[in-house]
């Protein structure tokens, strides 16, 4: 079964410090990965995405990913991080059944970025 | 395009009413998805359309969820009737075609069962 993982329910870091929230997957052939934010009362917004090619994925607002096959990894990184970076961060991975295909999300992973 | 449009934003309902959620999904996006967020569950896949069709209400939880997509450009989820556990924040999300797109998201209808 496919499955996404986020082990950690709250990241804190200070502002201009770097930044990761952490991803693992379980998904049957080549994963299809995505990062998605949401900020308060509002829907996920699209950051960034891996489908193949080079394993570090760059996105919007400054943010990356690597992608790492031997430990089934996708962490979301940030070479500085920002107070109007503080939301929360959703992994993705696609996966596929009989006659479609379907998104899986982690639970999610709540960022405080500290002035 | 305006992106995904759903509403009402907010819904509070009483126990045992008849709720329905209405979906606006970008034009040209082939795939809709309902998901629900709560915090106890996180966000959950209830049900996705292609063309129309419905492929996989595997997270629809009960027989009291139902829902439907007449054209490409509408969709309801309806709830009948309500029950205070099915207070959530319930998603739409279209995307186009392909194992390499990113679906977009509405703002959510905020619902209330009391």
């Known amino acids: 079964a496919q499955s996404v993982a986020q082990p950690e329910d709250q990241v804190n870091v200070a502002e201009g410090n770097p930044l990761t929230v952490k991803c693992t997957y379980s998904v049957s052939g080549n994963p299809y990965l995505f990062w998605y934010v949401q900020y308060p009362n509002r829907g996920l917004q699209f950051l960034l995405k891996y489908i193949t090619g080079d394993n570090l994925v760059k996105g919007s607002y400054g943010f990356e990913a690597e992608f790492n096959k031997s430990q089934t990894s996708f962490h979301l990184k940030k070479p500085s991080a920002l107070v109007s970076d503080s939301a929360l961060y959703f992994c993705?991975?696609?996966?596929?059944?009989?006659?479609?295909?379907?998104?899986?999300f982690g639970a999610g992973t709540r960022l405080f970025v500290k002035a | 395009d305006a992106g995904v449009i759903q509403s009402p934003r907010h819904e509070v309902t009483e126990m045992g009413q008849e709720v329905t959620l209405r979906c606006k999904p970008i034009?040209?996006?082939?795939?809709l998805f309902w998901y629900r967020q709560t915090m106890m569950r996180g966000l959950e896949l209830l049900i996705y359309?292609?063309?129309?069709?419905?492929?996989?209400d595997s997270g629809m939880p009960e027989d009291r969820f139902s829902a439907k997509m007449p054209n490409a450009s509408f969709s309801t989820l309806k709830i009948q009737p309500s029950e205070p556990r099915d207070s959530a924040v319930y998603f739409c999300?279209?995307?186009?075609?392909?194992?390499?797109?990113?679906?977009?998201f509405g703002q959510g209808t905020r619902l209330t069962v009391v």
């Open positions: 359309f292609n063309n129309n069709v419905p492929i996989d």
């Open positions: 993705a991975v696609r996966a596929s059944n009989t006659g479609g295909f379907k998104t899986i």
């Open positions: 034009s040209g996006h082939d795939y």
């Open positions: 999300a279209s995307s186009q075609t392909g194992w390499d797109t990113e679906a977009f």
